[in-house]
């Protein structure tokens, strides 16, 4: 059942700190800076967090049950934008005019768009791309100073390698990293931020493992760079991107809210795996799936790891310890009562997330799929026992 969620909490673990969210105003000049400021932040309601009327039930009272969708008209009130092609990244940027959510989106074919409920998306960026193999726009983070920068960073691929671009509110976008080996398999990437002020990039390896190996490529690697594309201080190595290295074709990263555990799910030959990330080589996989559901984006909470699949319907969460060690086999969640396939996460805090859904890449989807969705626990829950 859905339950309340503020997005101010969403705000605070995202970026650092809280702050207002304006209608992408044009910044006259564009610095990096470490930290958020913290300012006074909207409190959005969230799906199942209800204004009432007299004699109507309580808040917090979800419909007993959804419609049908009607074309591009979705009913669930957790949805936030339909009728998308491929949703590659999400990402929240604030609240709209009446309070609920609004994000970015992105769409493997090139498209940036700004979705808010009940509004049509509206284009912020058309991005050339490659969608020839595994590639194409694969990978969406937010600024670290998102609320004073309005920048915005995606992974594509091109004709001739992958890269990072950076986005800036009324400008096109500029490449920042370019370079990462492209192949005909392996091109995929993933980006967040690790709340710390730096960016990671997670890589493919261009079809080529012994790239994922060699310390001098880009390729099958977990990056970390500062804003402007260049190594972020306290890598591995000074002056290197590098963070980690192993990677074969990455789904998604995702860093728990007090910046201590990194994850990256990662497709491999034999099995679907999480890895925790560690400077240095990748070690031991945190869990496998031999069956290769394919998995994506992930969320770290403070007791658990869920993690979404593109290739069968529903979340896995697997229960967690304090020290990062999973407890417990994982749980599927939403699988026949959900919504399908599901691509990218970002946490909004340790209650919900915010999801895009791939069902028009292989699965079944309704008249409003490929939909932005927010996902709230159930009871906080976990995966089962052994």
Not at 19 to 25: L, R, W
Not at 180 to 197: A, E, W
């Amino acid at each position: 059942m859905v339950r309340s969620v503020a997005l101010l909490t969403a705000a605070c673990l995202l970026a650092g700190g809280c702050a207002s969210f304006p209608d992408e105003p044009t910044p006259t000049q564009w610095s990096a800076q470490p930290q958020l400021t913290p300012q006074a932040g909207p409190k959005p309601e969230l799906p199942g967090e209800y204004r009432t009327a007299p004699g109507e039930p309580g808040r917090g009272q979800p419909p007993q049950s959804v419609p049908p969708p009607q074309g591009c008209k979705d009913f669930n009130p957790a949805v936030i934008a339909t009728c998308l092609n491929t949703v590659t990244g999400v990402a929240p940027i604030g609240a709209d005019s009446q309070g609920g959510v609004s994000a970015y989106a992105t769409e493997r074919g090139g498209r940036l768009l700004k979705v808010t409920k009940d509004v049509d998306p509206v284009v912020v960026a058309q991005i050339e791309t490659d969608t020839s193999s595994d590639g194409g726009l694969t990978g969406l983070a937010l600024s670290a100073t998102f609320a004073e920068d309005q920048l915005v960073y995606v992974y594509v691929t091109t004709a001739t390698d992958n890269r990072v671009l950076r986005i800036a509110p009324g400008d096109t976008p500029k490449p920042i990293l370019t370079g990462i080996p492209k192949g005909p398999t392996g091109n995929r990437g993933v980006l967040v931020s690790d709340r710390k002020g730096a960016l990671l990039v997670a890589t493919g390896d261009a079809g080529n493992p012994a790239l994922a190996a060699d310390p001098a490529s880009l390729a099958g690697k977990v990056l970390r760079i500062d804003g402007s594309g260049q190594p972020a201080q306290g890598n591995p190595t000074a002056g290197s991107a590098v963070f980690s290295s192993g990677l074969t074709l990455p789904g998604g990263l995702c860093v728990s809210a007090d910046a201590q555990k990194i994850w990256v799910t990662d497709w491999t030959a034999n099995a679907d795996v999480v890895y925790r990330v560690v400077p240095g080589k990748l070690g031991e996989v945190a869990w496998n799936w031999p069956d290769k559901p394919g998995v994506m984006g992930c969320a770290s909470y403070a007791d658990a790891l869920t993690v979404s699949t593109a290739k069968m319907p529903g979340l896995q969460t697997l229960s967690m310890n304090e020290t990062g060690a999973f407890t417990g086999k994982p749980e599927v969640i939403m699988a026949e009562d959900g919504f399908g396939r599901i691509g990218p996460m970002d946490m909004l805090n340790d209650s919900a997330s915010l999801v895009g859904t791939v069902n028009k890449a292989g699965g079944q989807p309704v008249s409003s799929d490929d939909r932005v969705v927010i996902i709230v626990r159930p009871n906080n829950g976990g995966g089962t026992k052994d």
